[in-house]
C-alpha cells in the first residue's frame, strides 16, 4: 500500500508539472498586457519597463517558466498584479471558503441522493420512483444560478430566514457561518444531488438483478440484509467516483453561485483575476486546484482498493 | 464449540432417519407460473405436479424456456415480481404457498439449499467466500460469527477445497470455476438443507470439472441423505444419478418416471427424440441435441400438445386441438400424448 501511495504521488507530481506548462503556455496565448492593464492611466514608459523588468517579463519564454517553476518549488508563486501581495497567500486565503461550501454541498447531496437513489431503485416504478426521477430532471435541468436567485427571493427576501449573501469563516462564528453557507451550499447541492440520485438507482438496480442477489435471496436472508450486505456494498463502489468527480469540481469554485452570493471562494477569485488579467494569481488559482483534484483522485483509489477486492495495489 | 459437537453427531444420526422416511420432502401440484410482459402474459409454468423424497434425486430435463428454472424458483418463492403463481407446494410439513412470505423465506433458507449455474456470478464479489458460505446459518441456526467461521472451514473441507483454513477469508475472484462451485455447494449445504436444488450447476464448467462436481454432489447425498432436484441438459448425468426424471416441454412435464423406464422404454414422442439424439449413450457431456423445429413461445401456448408443430407422430388432427391428457403407462411412469410409444 505505501509503495502504491508513493507512487501515485509522483505520478500526480509529474501531471502537476504539466498543468504548470499548460497554464504558463495558454497565459502567453491571452491578449492583452497585464502590465498595461495593471498600470491604467497612470501609464508611463519607464514604470512600465521597470514593472515588467521586475515580474521578469522582458526574459525569453523557456527562461521565464524556468523561474517561475523554480520559485514555486520553494511555495513562490509570485506577487499579484494587481496588489503587489504574494499570490500564495492570496489563494490559499480563499481555500476554506470554497472548501467549506463544497463540503457542506456534497454532504447535503449524499444525505440527499442516498436514501432517494436507493429506495427509487429497490422500489422501482413505485411513487418514490417518479418523485426521484422528476427531482433528478429539474436538477439538471434548472440552471443554479436561477435556482439561486429563487432561494434568495424566498429565504431571505419574502420569510426572512437566511441572509441573502456574505460569508463568515467557520472558525470566526460556526452558527452564523451556517447560515450563510446553506443557501449557496443547498443551490450547489440540489444539482449534485440529481446527478447522484441517477447514477446510484441505476447502479442498485443492476446489482440487483445480480445473480449473487439471487443467491443472498435463495439463502433466506432478511431483505435488508440482502439490500445493505450484498446490493449496497457493490452498487456503492462506482458511485464513489462520481461523488469524488462532483467534490473535485465543486473544489474548484463554483464560479456563477460564488459571484451571486458574494462568496470570497476560488471561484470569485479566480473570476476577478480574469477579468484584471491578474496573471500570477489566475496561475495559482489553477495550480491549486489541479492539486485538489489530483489529492481527491488520489484518495478515490486508495478508497477503491478498500472497497474492492478485486483490486490489487502493488 | 458445543454447538459444532452437536452438530456433528446430529450429521451422522440423520442420514438413516432421512433414508427410511417416505413422506416427500417437496411436493409440487399443478403449479403455475405466468410473467407479465410486455407483450402479454408469457405462461412459464402451465401445470407441473412432481416430488422428491429424501436421498432421492429427481431430474428435470427439456430445451431451454421448457420453464424448468422457473418451477423452481416459483416452488421456493423466488420468482421474479412480475410472475403470478398458483398451485400447492409442501416443503416437509408446511404448505408453502400459504404462507406469508416471511415465513417461507425462513423455511427455505433453512432446509433448502441453492446451486446456480454460473458459479463465476453466482458468489458476491466483494464478500469472502468463508462469510458467503454461512451466513445462511448465522440467520437460521443464530450461529455466532466465530462458530460460523469454523462452521465454514468444515464446510469447505467437506467440498474438497484444499487448505480451507487458509482459503476460507480469500474472495470469489481468486478462486477457479469448479472451485467457486465447490463454494457454492458448500453454502448450500451450510444449514444441512433437506432438500438441495442444483440447477444445470455444471453447465458453465469444463468437462473434467463437471464430472467431479457430479460426483462430489452424489458422495454429499449419499453421505447426508439430502434429497436432490437436479436440473440438467445432460443425459448421461441423468442416467448415471437420478431416481426419477422428468421430462419438460412447454411449460409442462411431457414424460415422467423412474428413470429406468424412462430410458429404457421412453414413451413421448419429445422423449424419443431426445434419447435418439444422443449419439453415444455412454458418453457424458453432451447437450440436448436440436430436434428439427423450434418450442413454443411463452407468450402464445398451443391449445392442444404444445410438440404438435414439431412431432414426427402427430398421427391426428386432435393433437393441434386438444391438450393430451397425463397417462399411466407403468409403474410411477405417465406419459402426456395420445399415442404412447408411437414411432413416425
Ligand atoms: N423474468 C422473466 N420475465 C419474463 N419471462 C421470463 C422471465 N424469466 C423466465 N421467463 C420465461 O419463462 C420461460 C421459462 O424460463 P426458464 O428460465 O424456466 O427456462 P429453463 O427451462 O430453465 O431454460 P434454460 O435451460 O435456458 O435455463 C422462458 O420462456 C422465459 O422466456
Ligand atoms: S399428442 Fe400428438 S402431437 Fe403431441 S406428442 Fe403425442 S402424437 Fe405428437
Ligand atoms: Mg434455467
Known amino acids: 500500500m505505501a509503495r502504491f501511495v508513493l507512487r501515485r504521488v509522483l505520478q500526480s507530481a509529474v501531471v502537476l508539472l504539466g498543468v504548470t ?276 483522485n488520489l484518495l478515490v483509489d486508495i478508497l477503491y482498493a478498500r472497497l474492492d477486492p478485486r483490486i490489487t495495489v502493488r | 464449540m458445543s454447538d459444532r459437537t452437536e452438530r456433528s453427531e446430529g450429521r451422522e444420526s440423520v442420514p438413516s432417519q432421512r433414508r427410511t422416511s417416505d413422506r416427500p420432502v417437496l411436493s409440487v401440484e399443478d403449479l403455475t407460473v405466468t410473467v407479465g410482459t410486455r407483450r402479454g402474459p408469457a405462461h412459464a409454468v402451465a401445470g407441473v405436479s412432481w416430488q422428491v423424497r429424501a436421498g432421492e434425486t429427481f431430474a428435470l430435463v427439456g430445451e431451454s424456456g421448457s420453464g424448468k428454472s422457473m418451477t423452481l424458483l416459483a416452488a421456493t418463492g423466488l420468482a421474479p415480481r412480475a410472475a403470478t403463481v398458483t398451485g400447492r407446494v409442501r416443503l416437509l410439513d408446511s404448505e408453502l404457498t400459504a404462507l406469508p412470505d416471511d415465513r417461507r423465506r425462513r423455511l427455505r433458507g433453512r432446509h433448502v439449499g441453492f446451486v446456480f449455474q454460473d458459479p463465476m456470478t453466482s458468489l458476491n464479489p466483494v464478500l469472502p467466500v468463508g462469510r458467503q458460505v454461512t451466513e445462511a ?82 458422495d454429499l447425498q449419499q453421505r447426508l441423505g439430502t434429497a436432490v432436484v437436479w436440473v440438467t441438459h445432460d443425459l448421461g448425468v441423468v442416467a448415471g444419478i437420478a431416481d426419477t426424471v422428468a421430462v419438460m416441454y412447454g411449460g409442462r412435464i411431457v414424460e415422467q418416471g423412474p428413470v429406468d423406464a424412462v430410458f429404457d422404454t421412453p414413451t413421448h414422442p419429445y422423449t424419443r427424440a431426445l434419447l435418439a439424439a444422443r449419439p453415444d449413450p455412454s458418453r457424458r457431456g453432451e447437450d440436448l441435441v436440436a430436434i428439427p423445429g423450434a418450442p413454443p413461445s411463452p407468450l402464445d401456448l398451443p391449445p392442444g400438445c404444445a410438440f404438435w408443430p414439431r412431432c414426427p407422430v402427430r398421427a391426428d388432427p386432435r393433437c393441434a386441438h386438444e391438450l393430451p391428457p397425463l397417462t399411466p403407462v407403468g409403474d410411477g411412469h405417465t406419459v402426456r400424448t395420445f399415442y404412447p410409444g408411437e414411432t413416425p
Open chain 1, 21 to 296: 506548462l499548460v497554464v504558463f503556455l495558454l497565459l502567453q496565448l491571452v491578449p492583452g498586457d497585464p502590465v498595461r492593464v495593471a498600470l491604467g492611466t497612470r501609464f508611463d514608459p519607464q514604470t512600465y519597463e521597470a514593472l515588467r523588468a521586475r515580474a521578469g517579463l522582458d526574459q525569453p519564454l523557456p527562461v521565464q517558466y524556468a523561474s517561475y517553476l523554480g520559485h514555486a518549488l520553494t511555495g513562490d508563486l509570485g506577487v499579484s498584479f494587481r496588489t503587489g501581495q504574494p499570490v500564495s497567500r492570496i489563494v490559499l486565503e480563499r481555500l476554506p471558503a470554497t472548501l467549506s461550501l463544497a463540503v457542506t454541498a456534497v454532504v447535503f447531496a449524499l444525505l440527499v441522493a442516498f436514501p432517494l437513489g436507493i429506495v427509487a431503485a429497490v422500489r422501482s416504478g413505485s411513487a418514490v420512483d417518479h418523485a426521484a426521477r422528476v427531482f433528478s430532471q429539474f436538477g439538471v435541468s434548472v440552471p443554479d444560478f436561477w435556482m439561486g436567485i429563487m432561494g434568495i427571493l424566498l429565504f431571505a427576501g419574502v420569510l426572512g430566514w437566511l441572509p441573502p449573501s456574505g460569508y463568515v469563516a467557520l472558525t470566526d462564528d460556526p452558527g452564523r457561518w451556517a447560515t450563510h453557507v446553506a443557501l449557496p451550499a443547498v443551490t450547489v447541492g440540489l444539482v449534485t444531488a440529481s446527478i447522484l440520485t441517477r447514477f446510484i438507482r441505476s447502479s442498485v438496480l443492476e446489482v440487483l438483478s445480480a445473480d449473487y442477489v439471487r443467491t443472498a435471496e435463495a439463502k433466506g436472508l432478511r431483505n435488508r440484509v440482502v439490500i445493505l450486505r450484498h446490493v449496497l456494498r457493490n452498487a456503492l463502489i462506482p458511485v464513489v467516483t462520481v461523488v469524488a468527480v462532483q467534490l473535485a469540481s465543486l473544489l474548484g469554485g463554483v464560479i456563477v453561485i460564488e459571484v451571486l452570493f458574494a462568496w470570497p471562494g476560488i471561484g470569485r477569485l479566480t473570476f476577478d483575476a480574469v477579468q484584471a488579467r491578474d496573471y500570477p494569481v489566475l496561475q495559482g488559482a489553477v495550480l491549486l486546484v489541479a492539486a485538489l483534484f489530483l489529492l481527491v
Open chain 2, 137 to 218: 446459518a448465522e440467520e437460521h441456526l443464530g450461529l455466532s460469527r466465530r462458530a460460523a467461521r469454523d462452521r465454514a472451514v468444515e464446510l469447505l473441507d467437506l467440498v474438497g477445497i484444499p487448505s480451507a483454513a487458509r482459503r476460507v477469508d480469500a474472495y470469489p475472484h481468486q478462486f477457479s470455476g469448479g472451485m467457486r462451485q465447490r463454494v457454492v455447494i458448500a453454502m448450500a449445504l451450510a444449514c444441512e438443507p433437506d432438500l438441495l436444488i442444483a440447477d444445470e450447476p455444471t453447465t458453465a464448467l469444463d468437462v473434467t470439472t463437471q464430472a467431479q462436481i457430479v460426483e462430489l454432489v452424489a
